[in-house]
Nanobody, 121 residues
């Protein structure tokens, strides 16, 4: 059974940093593209970043430079480092596994339950 479990969310002050993790199980992690998305209260789901099986990474233009995605295939873990956080980054953050080795729009097949991030003073 494919499982994705996000962790690392919480309350952080504006300008602060957080590192989110996504622990994967039930599949060969190294064979699939992974991605991060977020959903702010009252807003639609927003794609943040993807990382292919070969390590190629893409970011949403609006988040490039502040967010950094990585994967550790040995630990079957996906990570998202978020810097210079803003109140508008407040959202529930989700990791997802794609159907194939390469990410493409709407290729997510499995989703975690999310971890909530609140950016507030």
């Amino acid at each position: 059974e494919v499982q994705l479990v996000e962790s690392g969310g919480g309350l952080v002050q504006p300008g602060g940093s957080l590192r989110l993790s996504c622990a994967a199980s039930g599949f060969t992690f190294s064979n699939f593209a992974m991605s991060w998305s977020r959903q702010a209260p009252g807003k639609e789901l927003e794609w943040i970043s993807s990382i292919n099986a070969d390590g190629t990474i893409e970011y949403a233009d609006s988040l490039k430079g502040r967010f950094s995605t990585s994967r550790d295939n040995a630990k079957m873990t996906l990570s998202l480092r978020m810097n210079s956080l803003k109140p508008e980054d407040t959202a529930t953050y989700y990791c997802a596994r794609s159907r194939t080795r390469t990410y493409s729009w709407n290729s997510e097949e499995y989703w975690g339950r999310g971890t909530r991030v609140t950016v507030s003073s």
